[in-house]
């Protein structure tokens, strides 16, 4: 994992439970034409131990994110691919608008000098199907593979930048059910370009269902990915590995009600976590913390907070409900992959992040959210992550302690 607030899944971990902001100065470009001058972004990064300068030159920043992350995952997995399992080990790449600052400069030189003024390398430097191929020159297998091409432009992306991944690790997880593949690598990562003045909300710092003050944070050049590997318990058993959680629920629904607001009862929210929760066969009041989606957007906010007293019932005033996009700002396409790990290390740690800079919640929002300062917790035995997309699309995962 690579985040504003971590480079790796332990320093991030800590970084959260110490109540870090990731939210800095913008360093990448000048802002000075810009309302908005400060994001999340990835700091510190070295790729060189991984990644030749050669091979750097061939590939846009997102996509050696990308391969660093792959290599974490693979490093943490214990997996050795060897001729006899490669064709039973998969991996599933996805990108939320990777890239598109190189898309913006080479629109530029088009504009301005015509097409000899784009590099003939520019397609294969930004493909998001390269970071899938070049994941496969360090660790990762041949066959077989999903490559989502997923980050054309952001008209597309919108409808769907939070939700995805959450479908896709499910969907990886009934494959290895299903014994179609006994493993496999989930992969998400998230990179955005300069043009944050098209988006006003941004230029308050945020601050998590304030009254008062309603913006989204966005992470962009900080793109973050993450990468999974989503293997059947027995596999992992076999080979000795650790096992952080089980991925024992999925949800997912479509309200259909507006392109960007949710529908004021959170009808669709609630929708994806009773099927989470029916996927699980627990009852709402076995979890015990649960990862918001929450954006600080007064609509948002409210409504999930609706979904959540719908689906709790008298639970909801005890469950712990925390936005770690307090801390690490809305990380778009990789916001459910990074979160999906918040929620697993929170079951092994039994610890549940904060939501900072909460300090006069709307209206509401007047469920417990771990306001401020981690709490430390015992016999946590379920937590469940949300993510809700424009559009209407939910989604929402459970994990199970092991």
Request: net charge positive; proline share 4%.
């Amino acid at each position: 994992m690579l985040s504003p607030v971590g480079n790796t899944v332990e320093s991030t971990w800590k970084a959260l439970l110490c109540r870090q902001s990731g939210i800095s100065l913008i360093d990448h470009f000048d802002t000075s034409a810009y309302a908005t001058k400060f994001a999340g972004l990835v700091k510190d990064f070295n790729c060189e131990d991984i990644i030749s300068r050669k091979e750097q030159r061939k590939m846009d920043a997102f996509i050696q994110y990308g391969i660093v992350a792959g290599v974490q995952a693979m490093q943490d997995s214990g997996l050795e691919i060897t001729e006899e399992n490669a064709t039973r080990i998969g991996a599933a790449i996805g990108s939320g608008i990777g890239g598109l600052g190189l898309i913006e400069e080479n629109h530029t030189s088009l504009m301005n000098g015509g097409p000899r003024k784009i590099s003939p390398f520019f397609v294969s430097v930004n493909d998001c199907e390269h970071g899938g191929r070049s994941s496969d020159y360090h660790v990762w297998p041949a066959w077989p593979k999903h490559l989502y091409r997923d980050r054309l432009y952001f008209r597309r992306a919108q409808h769907w930048p939070c939700w995805r991944v959450l479908s896709r690790m499910a969907m990886r997880r009934d494959g290895c059910r299903w014994r179609r593949e006994s493993q496999y690598a989930a992969g998400r990562w998230w990179f955005w370009a300069r043009h944050v003045h098209y988006l006003p909300a941004m230029i308050t710092r945020k601050r998590r269902a304030a009254r008062g003050i309603k913006s989204v944070m966005v992470s962009y050049w900080a793109m973050v990915p993450v990468c999974w590997y989503l293997k059947s318990t027995n596999t992992r058993k076999k080979r000795g590995a650790k096992i952080y959680a089980e991925l024992v629920g999925f949800g997912m629904s479509s309200d259909a009600y507006h392109m960007t607001s949710p529908p004021e009862n959170g009808a669709g929210a609630a929708l994806a976590m009773a099927n989470a929760l029916r996927d699980a066969g627990i009852e709402a009041s076995q979890i015990g913390y649960v990862n918001a989606h929450g954006t600080s957007t007064p609509a948002g906010d409210k409504a999930e907070a609706q979904a959540v007293k719908t689906i709790f019932g008298e639970a909801a005033s005890r469950v712990l409900v925390s936005s770690t996009k307090s801390m690490t700002g809305h990380l778009l396409g990789a916001a459910g992959a990074v979160e999906s790990i918040y929620s697993i290390l929170a079951l092994r740690d039994q610890a549940v992040p904060p939501t900072i800079n909460l300090d006069n919640p709307d209206e509401g929002c007047d469920l417990d959210f771990v306001p401020h300062e981690a709490r430390q917790v015992s016999g946590m035995e379920y937590t469940l992550c949300n993510s809700f997309g424009f559009g209407g699309t939910n989604g929402s995962l459970i994990f199970k302690k092991i």
